[in-house]
């Protein structure tokens, strides 16, 4: 193909497009221009939380504020491709919560939370995207997978990312990451066969 086909080819021309307009947004929020903080916050915000949901936290869009907090404040050191900005803010969000888990595990549990507070009455789109990703049980499936094995399947079926990008988030070889899917894909098919899941 020559260069000036190239040129022509409507996927390439979307792709380039969409590629500059990222790096306009990014250059206006490293220059500190609200309107772009405002658009970068719509876009992953809303990832970030059906990311904390899948990995039950217990205040989702406090997850998604702080990750998205930490990205404006670093986000002057951040270089590269939108591809690559998907896995640094994902990075962020899994250490986030790691962080907030580990704090938990050395928290005492109280135990007298006040049982009038439903914060699961309306589910959120977010919740509702992940019972159309699967099934309606699928975060109760998730939840019978190791923490690398969730992540690995939100991010590749749910966020679409790559294997290498996965691999960028959860620190692992792409070869890890690949073995983490496929034992977590054979797990999910025998929860789904014992439990009788369409």
Known sequence: MSPRDRDH????????RAAEVFQRRLAAAVDGEQWAFGELYEEYARRVKAF?????????????NDVMLRVFQNIAGFEG????FVSWVFTIARNRLIDLHRAAQRRPQLS???PSE?????????ITAMEHFGTDGVLSLLDELTDDQRD???LRMLEDQSLEAVGE??????TAVKALQRRALKQLEKKILEKGVS
């Open 9 to 16: 080819d409507p996927i390439s021309l979307v792709e380039r």
């Open 52 to 64: 904390a949901v899948s990995r039950k936290a217990a205040d989702a869009d406090g997850v998604a």
């Open 81 to 84: 491709s939108e591809d690559k």
């Open 112 to 114: 007298d939370a006040d």
């Open 118 to 126: 439903d914060h699961d009455a309306v589910p959120s789109a977010e």
């Open 152 to 154: 690995v399947i939100v």
């Open 169 to 174: 988030v959860l620190e692992k070889p792409v």
